[in-house]
């Protein structure tokens, strides 16, 4: 594969907690912990792991939505993290975020031509309020909004709709790298399909790349090029999307898998039970973070972080276990 | 799928009400408040188109007329003067209506310099936070902590003249704190929802997203304020007015005709009765009034 379009190196995102009488900074919820990975033009990035495993964080984080704490994040050759005001502000178009709640993320306040057309606002992208209006209706049939609903607002729409408005916000700009945050997992299932087929013909259409969380592995199977595997905040395994499914390497992959239910009462299979809960990201469990519930855990995992080893081409796991 | 698709255009369109129909409505079913509004409406009207209705002009006095015993000073009221008349035989409706419009003005034009100093420092602490949020809620806290009555009074009587306008800054000077408290407590709410993210994800700057986005946001509980604030700030007037530092006669405001009427409270009750019952209608009904759109814009109504 050629450069990467987005390169994340080492990047940690600590959240400070105060208290005590002072106010001061007590602890840091470690939300992402040394995260490396590269996303490649035109393909899409699968982001999978438990809740308050770090996905959204990650990703609203390589958006620089969240400053992070340290590491790098490069887009197209700039280290977009090094960027301050003004200069971040006008590379913002080209990188772009559909959130995960269609109702929140919409202002109530504002009708759905200046929600959909404030980024050619913002930009400066046109000069006349015609030309803005035409681009939104442009769009607005590219996401399957029809025309005439253009001056309603937000509570006029149903979830689905909503979504949509969202998705027609992010792409208004044509961006090059889109982060999906759990597009759908806020919808009925009747809907989920239709904003994903959405999703894959738009990146089609527009040759989007996509970094796509989710917690639903059928989701994340339908969508993804390859695959990232979270666990508190740090990556256990990432690998293509068929080989992350037919071989998974890490014990924690292996045991998210096993938990996906097959449709299918015949199918009687083995499954891998984690015991416990997720430790809390305040306090971290020492040396690999799995270890505490890792079936196959070894003296060694407790005192030493495992690096990201290349296993076989493309198939990268941070586990001591996995020779 | 095409099943769903149907179902979902079906559901949005019909017409939907836009939001200030909606508070309408509600508000519609808060009685008084709705009284209140009328009572605002023809009260407001009345100072407003009154004075040219009337026979006498608020400072003309009325002539001792030996056959006529109902016009002159401290008369009572009669078909000739229906309010009465003052110590120098001034028609006291005529007063009552043009004192109005200057007690008015000075409850809405401080209520909205106090909102717009406000709305501005709140904006600013709830969305920047910080050291910047500290310095200017200290401030605040400061004002706060003076005691009103008496530092009203000595500002105004170092600022010279007795004009409308020294009384409308100095309503302001003091009146700005209770909103920007408010402001900036729905402003830390407000900056964390998603659709502020959400604008920020796409390159707004923080102004667009304070002014743009956020204001509107926050418009309920501004209007709740504001609407509780003219009632106030018509009391402060009178008050000011009452003690001699407000507006200076000949101008009437209903104040000041409280004060002038205390001489002759015994003579001639009707002074006090009319201004005093002017002011107490006006100031319940403002009050009725943000009452009902305090509930009629109520947060919790989701759109």
């Given at each position: 594969m050629s450069e990467p379009l987005v390169s994340v190196k080492n990047l940690k995102k600590y959240f400070p907690i105060h208290g005590g009488v002072l106010g001061g900074v007590i602890a840091h919820v470690k939300a992402v912990d040394d995260v490396s990975f590269d996303i490649y033009e035109g393909e899409t990035l699968g982001l999978v792991g438990e809740s308050g495993s770090g996905k959204t964080t990650i990703g609203k984080t390589i958006l620089m939505l969240y400053p992070p704490t340290s590491g790098?994040?490069?887009?197209?050759?700039?280290?977009?993290?090094?960027?301050?005001?003004e200069e971040l502000r006008r590379l913002r178009r080209n990188f772009q975020i559909i959130f995960q709640d269609p109702y929140g993320s919409?202002?109530?306040?504002?009708?759905?031509s200046e929600i959909i057309g404030e980024p050619l606002v913002v930009h400066n992208i046109y000069k006349t309020r015609k030309e803005i209006l035409d681009r939104v209706v442009e769009v607005m049939e590219l996401v399957g909004l029809r025309p005439e609903y253009i001056n309603r607002y937000p509570h006029e729409f149903s979830g689905g709709q909503r979504q949509r408005i969202g998705i027609a916000r992010a792409i208004i700009l044509n961006p090059k790298f889109v982060v999906c945050d759990e597009p759908v997992s806020a919808l009925d299932v009747s809907i989920?399909?239709?904003?994903?087929?959405?999703?894959?013909?738009?990146?089609?259409?527009?040759?989007?790349?996509?970094?796509?969380?989710?917690?639903?592995?059928?989701?994340?199977?339908?969508?993804?090029?390859?695959?990232?595997?979270?666990?508190?905040?740090?990556?256990?395994e990432i690998a293509v999307n068929d080989e992350l499914f037919d071989s998974p390497l890490h014990p924690y992959t292996q045991a998210l898998l096993s938990s996906v239910p097959i449709p299918d009462p015949?199918?009687?299979?083995?499954?891998?039970?984690?015991?416990?809960?997720?430790?809390?990201?305040?306090?971290?469990?020492?040396?690999c973070v799995f270890h505490t519930r890792c079936p196959v855990a070894m003296p060694v995992c407790r005192e030493l972080i495992p690096e990201q080893r290349e296993i076989k081409k493309d198939h990268f796991v941070s586990c001591h276990a996995v020779k | 799928m095409a099943i769903s698709q149907?179902?979902?255009?079906?559901?949005?369109?019909?017409?939907?009400?836009?939001?200030?129909?909606?508070?309408?409505?509600?508000?519609?079913?808060?009685?008084?408040?709705?009284?209140?509004?009328?009572?605002?409406?023809?009260?407001?009207?009345?100072?407003?188109?009154?004075?040219?209705?009337?026979?006498?002009?608020?400072?003309?006095?009325?002539?001792?007329?030996?056959?006529?015993p109902f016009v002159g000073e401290y008369k009572p009221p009669s078909k000739y003067h229906l309010f009465g008349t003052d110590e120098l035989g001034r028609d006291t409706l005529s007063r009552i209506l043009y004192g109005g419009r200057i007690s008015l003005f000075v409850g809405f034009a401080s209520v909205f310099s106090a909102i717009i100093i406000g709305v501005f420092v709140g904006a600013i602490s709830g969305y920047y936070g910080g050291i910047l949020d500290t310095l200017l809620m200290r401030f605040t806290d400061i004002m706060f902590s003076i005691p009103v009555m008496p530092l009203l009074v000595v500002l105004a009587t170092i600022i010279p003249g007795g004009g409308v306008w020294k009384i409308i800054l100095v309503i302001t000077i003091f009146g700005w704190m209770t909103d920007a408290r408010l402001v900036r407590g729905v402003y830390l709410s407000l900056k964390e929802q998603e659709f502020t993210e959400a604008a920020r994800a796409i390159g707004a700057s923080n102004s667009r997203i304070i002014w743009k986005h956020l204001l509107p946001n926050s418009m309920a509980p501004i209007i709740v304020s504001s609407t509780l604030g003219v009632g106030g700030n018509i009391i402060y007037e009178a008050s000011l007015s009452y003690l001699g530092f407000g507006i200076m006669p000949p101008t009437p405001s209903w104040g000041n005709m409280l004060q002038n009427a205390q001489s002759a409270m015994f003579n001639a009750p009707w002074?006090?009765?009319?201004?005093?019952?002017?002011?107490?209608?006006?100031?319940?009904?403002?009050?009725?009034?943000g009452d009902g759109l305090r509930d009629a814009l109520d947060p919790r109504l989701k759109l």
């Open positions: 790098d994040i490069n887009f197209q050759g700039t280290l977009i993290n090094k960027l301050k005001g919409l202002n109530p306040r504002m009708p759905i989920q399909s239709q904003v994903i087929n959405l999703l894959n013909d738009l990146q089609e259409k527009l040759n989007l790349t996509y970094l796509f969380i989710a917690h639903d592995m059928a989701v994340i199977r339908h969508m993804s090029d390859r695959i990232v595997v979270l666990y508190l905040g740090r990556v256990m015949e199918i009687k299979k083995e499954r891998a039970v984690l015991q416990g809960d997720i430790p809390s990201p305040i306090n971290p469990p020492s040396g | 149907e179902y979902e255009s079906e559901l949005t369109t019909y017409k939907a009400e836009t939001y200030w129909q909606i508070v309408f409505k509600r508000l519609k079913k808060h009685k008084l408040a709705i009284i209140s509004l009328v009572l605002l409406i023809i009260i407001i009207l009345a100072c407003l188109i009154g004075p040219f209705f009337v026979k006498y002009h608020y400072n003309d006095m009325s002539n001792y007329d030996p056959d006529n002074l006090i009765w009319f201004p005093g019952i002017a002011i107490f209608i006006t100031v319940l009904a403002f009050n009725f009034l």
